[in-house]
């Protein structure tokens, strides 16, 4: 073994010696916890490795090679069986560091795991008040860790594909194999899913924002923000509905038109119309629009 590879086992065996040290401290929920995101992140990693080794060209014939010989990694040649091999070791360390990062979300989880009810709801979607405070934090660490699951996924393959050089710049145009195309639309297709999922619960995270005149939702998140997130929800699933038909029919045109259509979309839906209808609509006339509002937040302080 050479001493490159010995410092790299070395350094692995000193995080998971960490890892289990810690683990052997902690509830017995948090590190079931623990192993239930690595397992999900190791399948996740390790599946998109599988795929991007099994789309490479062979290592002989590609960039990197040398008169027609694979090129050489700790003296010895990079064949495809030890890069599947490396392919799974960085996936382990990867899904060791996210689980590790998430499962710092414990407390989230044992409120969620818990939760019981209020006996009280709340005035707009007459959801009970434990949904809120217990649960929803604990589904929007699990929707961001979804998200950063799937963007860091394509980061890696990304990386990886253009290093392969089945992705780049040729002759002064793009050129990608269709392979890596389809392999990072399906990961695209979860990123956009999971942001779906992200506006959903934004519709519940409105009633306890507080940047209004009222503490929760007023009158433009009701009347504007709600059907503006419930828009983008719809959206953002038909944008991965047409990624996932660009996976076997090429429409790229029909894509880019539906791309840009979406960026115009999230702009003017999230941005301008909120601001215009405040600046327009509210602000002349804020005690009158935010009456129902205030009057929501007197109720509820009076039952709590």
Not at 84 to 108: C, D, M, P, T
Not at 193 to 214: K, N
């Amino acid at each position: 073994m050479s001493s490159l590879s010995s410092r790299i086992v070395q350094v692995l065996l000193g995080v998971v010696g960490v890892v289990l040290t810690v683990l052997l401290v902690t509830p017995e929920l948090v590190v079931e916890y623990f192993w239930m995101m690595f397992a999900v992140a190791g399948l996740y990693f390790g599946s998109n490795f599988y795929f991007l080794v099994r789309n490479v060209p062979p290592l002989w014939a590609s960039r990197w090679a040398r008169e027609g010989e694979p090129p050489q990694v700790g003296g010895k040649p990079l064949t495809r069986d030890r890069l599947k091999r490396l392919g799974y070791v960085i996936a382990g360390i990867l899904s060791l560091l996210f689980a590790v990062g998430f499962s710092g979300r414990w407390n989230e989880l044992l409120r969620f795991w818990y939760a019981g009810s209020y006996g009280q709801s709340d005035p707009i979607y007459g959801v009970d008040l434990a949904y809120h405070m217990l649960e929803l934090p604990f589904l929007q660490a699990l929707q961001s860790g979804v998200v950063g699951l799937a963007f860091l996924g394509l980061l890696v393959l990304v990386t990886g594909y253009v290093i392969a050089g089945q992705i780049g710049v040729q002759d002064g145009g793009f050129e990608a194999d269709a392979g890596a195309l389809r392999h990072l639309g399906v990961n695209i297709i979860l990123l956009l899913l999971g942001w779906a999922w992200g506006f959903y619960l934004d519709l519940y995270e409105i009633l306890q924002e507080g940047g209004g005149a009222v503490y929760g939702a007023g009158y433009t998140d009701i009347n504007v923000m709600i059907p503006a997130l419930w828009v983008m929800v719809a959206a953002t699933i038909g944008l991965a509905g047409l990624i996932g038909l660009n996976l076997y029919q090429r429409r790229l045109r029909t894509l880019g038109v539906g791309a840009v259509g979406y960026v115009v979309l999230l702009v003017g839906a999230l941005v301008l119309a909120p601001t215009l209808v405040t600046q327009l609509t509210v602000l002349p006339s804020e005690l009158q629009r935010e009456r129902p509002y205030l009057q929501h937040n007197i109720d509820m302080t009076r039952e709590a």
